[in-house]
């Protein structure tokens, strides 16, 4: 297997408070997602994962699975880092 690194940024929960931030961040580590790092910049979360898979849809679908086994959270977009090129 290979890590992974992507982020994702999620919806269905705002972060005004530090409380607000605790409690997302335990749930996320109870769904399964503590292998990420979770923050948020105007109100918006975002997860950056180094995620174990044997390949990195594997690891994205299974980042996406954990988040929204959250009640009301929803993967939103995937940012692929160094995994996506544009060859012309």
Request: charged share 25%; glycine share 4%.
């Amino acid at each position: 297997m290979k890590d992974y690194n992507f982020q994702i940024m999620v919806t269905g929960i705002q972060i005004n408070t530090n409380d607000d931030m605790e409690l997302i961040t335990d749930l996320l580590a109870s769904a399964g997602c503590d292998d990420s790092v979770i923050g948020s910049y105007n109100k918006t979360l975002y997860l950056d994962f180094d995620r174990e898979a044997d390949c990195y849809e594997q690891a994205i679908m299974s980042a996406i699975k954990d988040i929204e086994s959250v009640p009301n959270l929803k993967a939103v977009s995937v940012d692929a880092g160094d995994y996506v090129d544009l060859k012309r």
